[in-house]
Structures are given as C-alpha cells and as structure tokens.
C-alpha cells in the first residue's frame, strides 16, 4: 500500500506537466502573432516617417504634387504595402503640405483572419510662411 506522500507526489507531478505545456502553447502563439503583426507595424511607420520628410520639404525641393506622391508610392512598393497610388491624398494647407493614406492588410492567423486598417498621416509646416 501506497503512503499519502507517494500518491500526492505523483498528482503534482502531471499537474506541473499541464502547466508547461499551457504556458508553452500561449508563448508560441504570442512569439507567432508578433511574426504577423510586428512587419506590418514597422512598415507603417517607416511610411509614416517618408511622409512627414517629403510634407516637410515639399516647399524645399519644389516638387510637385505628383512628384511627391511617386516618392511616396515608390516606398509603399517597397514596404510591400497593399495599397494604390491613387489612395495617396494631397492637400494644400495654410501650414504647407498635408499627405494622407488609408489602407487595409488582411492577416490570417490559422484559426481567425482579420484586416489591419492603418492610416498614416502627415502635415509639414512651412517656415517661409
């Protein structure tokens, strides 16, 4: 016959087992939703910040409203962001330059797919003014 140490030893020991294996799971879904989300993240505010550059000296470098959005549009091909050349919104302001861009990435987690919605924006203020 077995004494009550022995068997309430062999009850934690699968109880630890659980716990491992649960907090496994959770840290490799974490580390698997960071591979998905993180790039997208990163790549908008690499965009964000080529925006406020080309809002800040637009008045600098003269260039036009198209020439701009090509700059722009060039770094959204190159971030591999899914959006046309037609959703970069220019304006004039009384400040300067406002530049604007809304777009959706879809993001499939294996169980649940959504879309990411990002909408970086940027306003240079003119110093000549």
């Keep these: 016959m077995?004494?009550?140490t022995q068997t309430s030893r062999q009850g934690q020991r699968g109880e630890g087992r659980l716990?491992?294996?649960?907090y496994t799971a959770i840290l490799i879904s974490a580390v698997y939703i960071a591979v998905k989300v993180v790039p997208l993240y990163v790549a908008?505010?690499?965009l964000?910040?080529?925006?406020?550059?080309?809002a800040r000296?637009?008045?600098v470098n003269h260039y036009t409203e198209e020439q701009m959005r090509d700059i722009i549009?060039?770094?959204?091909?190159?971030?591999?962001?899914p959006a046309k050349r037609e959703d970069i919104k220019m304006a004039n302001t009384n400040h300067g330059v406002m530049i604007s861009?809304?777009?959706?990435?879809?993001?499939?987690f294996i169980v649940y797919k959504t879309d990411l919605t990002f909408a970086p924006s940027s306003e240079g203020l003119d110093?000549?003014?």
Excluded: G, H
């Design 2 to 4: 077995k004494s009550r």
């Design 19 to 22: 716990k491992a294996i649960i």
């Design 44 to 46: 908008e505010y690499q």
């Design 48 to 54: 964000k910040d080529k925006m406020s550059e080309q």
């Design 57 to 59: 000296f637009a008045v």
């Design 73 to 81: 549009f060039k770094t959204v091909q190159d971030l591999d962001i």
């Design 101 to 108: 861009l809304n777009y959706s990435v879809p993001v499939d």
């Design 127 to 129: 110093i000549m003014k």
